[in-house]
């Protein structure tokens, strides 16, 4: 038996054996072998990222250091990954999101909505939403925010109503519980640039395709099919998989209980609250008074070392932000070079000669089709976005889809795609794990709710991108 630690060699052999298949194979016509070599190792890193043999920071050390030793890339481009702003981004607000954690303003939120509308089961499903909702815009990590904010709160209530997978009582009310708040985060992560790790990725992709994506244009065009479902979905999985408890007035006692042992806001609460506030209102407003939202990360990281809600410490010791600095700039700096060397514009140019003769309308709905479902393969949105997202915005605007309005629609699919598996979306296994929903409720249930955010994006969606004319 391996510990986690250890390699796993069968995995990191059959993503050599990839790497080393598709580098043999040779370019195709009007694409330089460098090029190819380069997809080589970009095919054998999200093959790795996908089947885990080794954690993404190490593998993507691995990608770099091969670019650089086969001759592919020089050194200093190899490395340019790590002065990319947007990736900056994604490191403070991984930061910022300790400091919600650690000061217990996460979940004094939380126990406030509880408390509010936590009577009735439907309710409570609503507060943990808007829960997840208000913390996700600085919030990056949607893992931190399903399982270190929302699921202690729902294993909790659970216990309290005698709700346990051992005890086959789980559908009493923390299935309901545990799938409602597992799709709400799937939502809230479309909804802003800073609420998944893997937006800001799409966001730098979109920028190498000419396309350019504020803090604002995103949340902008994400906020009214977003609001729709998270009204939406909570009710459908309330009507098709309903608890057995349907009135939970202990609920509101129990997060009442729960705020009296907190006591009243604490000063670094109150200091969290402030810099959380104005992080929001900079990423809002920056633009217009000349502070960018890479600007804004780094401000608020500063105030809370300024105010002490952080030491340097906390800082250091936030071992997701620095491992997703690694392995973002590995995949940025990848997908750039593949588009400055001209394997994406041939292979997009291939795509769009497969869709030749269709509208654009029709051209775009195959293609991002294609791109929702074809997540069953993936068990990462960032390894998905990584692989087909520049391909498909490419694609989609040489078809004639107007270019911010694709690149969004591709960048909020990223993250709605992840409502069909148990396994293709960071909070998902986490949810899944402690057994209150089966796997064929997960997946059938997660099937339907696929196809209704799809109805509610691409149709009050376009109506509400129409009147903010992103076309």
């Given amino acids: 038996m391996t510990t986690s630690g250890e390699i796993k060699r069968i995995p990191l052999l059959i993503m050599i054996a990839v790497g080393i298949m598709v580098w043999l194979v040779g370019p195709p016509a009007g694409v330089k072998p460098e090029a190819w070599h380069l997809l080589a190792i970009f095919v054998a890193t999200i093959i790795g990222f996908i089947m885990k043999p080794m954690p993404m920071g190490s593998l993507s050390i691995l990608a770099i250091t091969t670019t650089v030793i086969t001759g592919i890339l020089p050194l200093k481009v190899a490395l340019s990954g790590f002065s990319n702003s947007t990736i900056w981004i994604i490191v403070c607000a991984i930061i910022i999101s300790r400091g919600v954690t650690k000061t217990g303003l996460g979940a004094r939120v939380a126990y406030i909505f509880v408390k ?13 939403a808007f829960t997840d909702f208000a913390l996700s815009p600085a919030m990056p990590s949607n893992s931190a925010r399903a399982g270190g904010v ?55 992709q979109a920028k190498e395709a000419g396309v350019s994506i504020t803090w604002g244009s995103w949340a902008l065009a994400a906020i009214v099919p977003g609001l729709i479902s998270l009204l939406v979905i909570p009710w459908f999985i309330y009507k098709i998989y309903p608890p057995e408890i349907k009135e939970t007035p202990d609920a509101a006692q129990f997060a009442t209980d729960q705020l009296k042992k907190m006591g009243p806001m604490s000063n670094v609460e109150k200091r969290m609250l402030f810099v959380f506030g104005t992080v929001l209102l900079l990423w809002i407003f920056g633009e217009r008074i000349g502070i960018d939202a890479t600007t804004t990360a780094i401000v608020g990281v500063s105030l809370l070392l300024l105010t002490q809600v952080l030491s340097w410490g906390d800082v250091t010791g936030e071992k997701m932000a620095w491992d997703t600095l690694v ?36 051209a775009f709905l195959v293609l991002i089709l294609a791109y929702f479902y074809s997540h069953y393969l993936f068990a990462s949105a960032t390894a998905h976005v990584s692989a087909m997202y520049a ?36 909070p998902a296994p986490i949810l899944f794990g402690p057994g209150y929903v089966s796997e064929g409720k997960w997946w059938s249930i997660g099937f339907m709710i696929s196809i209704i955010n799809i109805i509610i994006w691409l149709g009050i969606g376009l109506a509400w991108w129409k009147v903010i004319g992103l076309w």
């Fill in 116 to 128: 509010k509308f936590g009577k009735k089961t439907l309710g409570l499903s609503y507060a943990l």
């Fill in 150 to 204: 929302i699921f202690p709160i729902i294993h909790s209530l659970s216990d309290s109503f005698g709700s346990k997978p051992e005890e086959g009582t789980e559908r009493k009310i923390g299935s309901f519980l545990t799938l409602t708040a597992f799709q709400v985060n799937v939502i809230t992560s479309a909804m802003f640039m800073t609420a998944m790790a893997a937006n800001p990725l799409a966001v730098s």
């Fill in 327 to 362: 392995w973002f700039a590995a995949l940025v700096m990848m997908a750039t070079q593949l588009n400055q060397l001209g394997l994406i514009p041939w292979f997009s140019k291939t795509m769009g000669n497969q869709v030749a003769g269709m509208s654009a309308t029709t």
């Fill in 391 to 426: 391909a498909f915005l490419t694609v989609a605007i040489t078809t004639g889809t107007p270019g911010v309005l694709a690149a969004l629609i591709l960048g909020f699919f990223s993250n709605l795609f992840g409502s069909m598996t148990h396994y293709g979306f960071g």
